[in-house]
């Protein structure tokens, strides 16, 4: 079974640096394309970017080009998503999901607040 | 950047049949555009629907089916029932690795 399991909730004040994560299981971690998608409070989604795990080759959204970086290790089937400087409008729903041409498996989502 | 379009809300009876669509602020979707659909309700993680234009993916009801109609990628609920009061959002391939979200529609069954 095809499962994502994202890391749990987040409260960090603005500044902070803060990494997520997204593990794979079911399936060959390296063979497909992880996308990262925001929901902000009472939103819609964003597509922010995608990562192919067998190579590190990211892609982003313009919208989030230098606001976010995508990692993975596929050493243990996990890619990442990282701040290196919250703002209070990073707060959001962070999920991941699997594919490149649509997704078709979803992470349950991880809760980002961050508030001085 | 190039801005996907949907319908912001739409009503329907149970038992009816609705289309959504998915447009581009600037041209036509075609299947290149590989469009795919979601329905979050409300608390919950997205749900995939449709893929690389109206491929249903697992699981997924034959009343949920998608096309492109025009010059849009479309998502047609036959039958609806009550569960299928969500939102939902249609997803665009624009090339080099990027997509883009809709800006999603809120069906109401009633």
Redesign the interface.
């Known amino acids: 079974e095809v499962q994502l399991v994202q890391s749990g909730a987040e409260v960090k004040k603005p500044g902070e640096s803060l990494k997520i994560s997204c593990k794979g299981s079911g399936y060959s971690f390296t063979s497909y394309?992880i996308?990262w998608?925001r929901q902000m409070p009472g939103k819609?989604?964003?597509?922010m970017g995608?990562i192919y795990p067998g190579d590190s080759?990211a892609?982003?959204?313009?919208?989030f080009q230098g606001q976010v970086t995508i990692s993975a290790d596929k050493s243990i089937s996990t890619a990442y998503l990282l701040w290196s400087s919250l703002k209070a409008s990073d707060t959001a729903i962070y999920?991941c999901?699997r594919?490149?041409?649509?997704?078709?498996?979803?992470?349950?989502?991880t809760l980002v607040t961050v508030s001085s | 950047?190039t801005v996907v379009t949907q319908e912001p809300s739409f009503s329907v009876s149970p038992g009816g049949t609705v289309t959504l669509t998915c447009g581009l602020s600037s041209g036509s979707v075609s299947t290149s555009y590989?469009?795919?659909w979601?329905q979050?309700t409300p608390g919950q993680?997205?749900?995939?629907l449709i893929?690389?234009t109206n491929t249903r993916?697992s699981g997924v009801p034959d009343r949920f089916s998608g096309s492109i109609l025009g010059n849009k990628a479309a998502l047609t609920i036959t039958g609806a029932q009550a569960d299928d009061e969500s939102?939902y959002?249609c997803?665009l391939?624009m090339g080099?690795?990027?997509?883009?979200?809709?800006?999603?529609t809120k069906v109401t069954v009633l």
């Open positions: 394309w996308g998608v819609g989604l964003e597509w995608i080759d892609r982003y959204s313009p919208s999920y999901a594919g490149k041409l649509g997704f078709d498996y979803w992470g349950q989502g | 950047q590989y469009p795919s979601y979050q993680a997205p749900r995939t893929y690389s993916s939102d959002y997803v391939y080099s690795g990027i997509s883009v979200f809709g800006t999603g």
